[in-house]
Nanobody, 124 residues
């Protein structure tokens, strides 16, 4: 069974930075697309970023402020800078299994497993 554990959420003032981490317990991590999504109160879950199994390719909803990365220790990170109050949401890590090395996925329906989420609150 795949388990994902997010950490690093918290409260920050506008303009600040946070780094979220997601530890994945998967056997074939090198074949998995990893993604970050977020859900604000009363809104749908939105795509934030995804990284290919190889780590060579990434895609973003809002390029420039966020950076996704992964390492061989089955950890995926989302570095967030210049945070805005509208970034306030619960952030979820997700795994999309059985991907080719440089593929990425932006649709939540393409992901197979989800973490419990970590709250990010940005105050003005």
């Amino acid at each position: 069974q795949v388990q994902l554990a997010e950490s690093g959420g918290g409260s920050v003032q506008a303009g600040g930075s946070l780094t979220l981490s997601c530890a994945a317990s998967v056997q074939a991590f090198h074949q998995d697309v990893m993604g970050w999504f977020r859900q604000a109160p009363g809104k749908e879950r939105d795509f934030v970023a995804a990284i290919s199994p190889s780590g060579r390719r990434a895609t973003y909803a809002d390029a420039g402020r966020f950076t996704i990365s992964r390492d061989n220790a089955r950890v995926v990170r989302l570095q967030m800078s210049s945070l805005k109050p509208e970034d306030t949401a619960v952030y979820y890590c997700a795994v999309g299994r059985g991907s080719t090395s440089d593929s990425v996925r932006r649709d939540s329906g393409q992901y197979d497993y989800w973490g419990q989420g970590t709250q990010v609150t940005v105050s003005s």
